[in-house]
């Protein structure tokens, strides 16, 4: 099974180092944004990262660029984790065995931005990675399979992210070999349970002493923790970014 992959992040990464290592799965493209990539990638790797790999790599500054190349490839597969754009119907429907993405929820709850962000602000006790065909909606395709995992009341948005990435690996193991001999689930979304995150604001980062509860502070800070940027305090003009904090 010839399977190119697309990603721009850490998840995207790991996932990628661990399935090289599948008997049986030829990954043999990978394509990544390059300097001129208008998304804001907070848990982005270095190129000197991807090198290590020794892979075959594309730049692009939006997966449009990459469509020639694709129709001329024809892969069997395309696995696309944490890429900021919403891949064109023109382009998922190139390869014959279909296109893959992973969003951290266990769809059809979460669908949406920000997933981990929003999952630890809304003080959500159990999460997982949904593994499922990309269609032309917004992480609405069916579904393959899903991994769930529990989020303790101390974990910070890098725990989550480890946990993220360790359901993920379970999922490609499960389910790479089906998709290759052509048994791999496909089940349809019950779009009765759909729940859609909203794309977080920057000035949400803010501490508001005066109307922030405890309890949503200290969500916040543990929401907006590495790899992101980090819940502030404002002290005049200046931002003081708070990483860890408990509550007595």
Do not use: C
């Amino acid at each position: 099974m010839r399977v190119i992959w697309i990603s721009s992040n850490r998840f995207g990464f790991e996932a990628l180092k661990y399935s090289l290592t599948l008997s049986g799965i030829d990954i043999y493209k990978l394509i990544i944004n390059n300097e001129d990539f208008k998304f804001i990638v907070y848990d982005g790797v270095p190129r000197d990262s991807w090198n290590v790999l020794n892979i075959n790599i594309d730049e692009v500054s939006t997966i449009t660029g990459a469509k020639s190349m694709l129709e001329k490839e024809r892969p069997d597969l395309l696995i696309v984790i944490g890429w900021r754009e919403i891949i064109p119907e023109d382009i998922i429907s190139i390869p014959k065995l279909g296109t893959i993405g992973f969003h951290p929820t266990l769809l059809p709850f979460g669908r949406g931005p920000a997933p981990i962000i929003n999952t630890i602000l809304s003080g959500i006790k159990k999460s997982g990675v949904t593994m499922f065909y990309l269609d032309k909606g917004l992480d609405s395709g069916d579904i393959i399979g899903q991994e769930s995992f529990e989020i303790g009341e101390n974990d910070y948005a890098g725990d989550v992210y480890f946990k993220v990435i360790k359901a993920g690996k379970r999922l490609l193991k499960r389910y790479l070999p089906l998709l290759k001999n052509g048994t791999a689930p496909r089940i349809p979304q019950d779009e009765r349970k759909v729940f859609y995150f909203k794309k977080p604001r920057l000035k949400d980062n803010k501490i508001d002493l005066y109307k922030d509860s405890p309890e949503l502070i200290i969500r916040k800070i543990r929401a907006l923790s590495k790899p992101y940027l980090g819940a502030y305090i404002k002290t005049g003009e200046k931002k003081l970014r708070i990483w860890k904090a408990d509550l007595e």
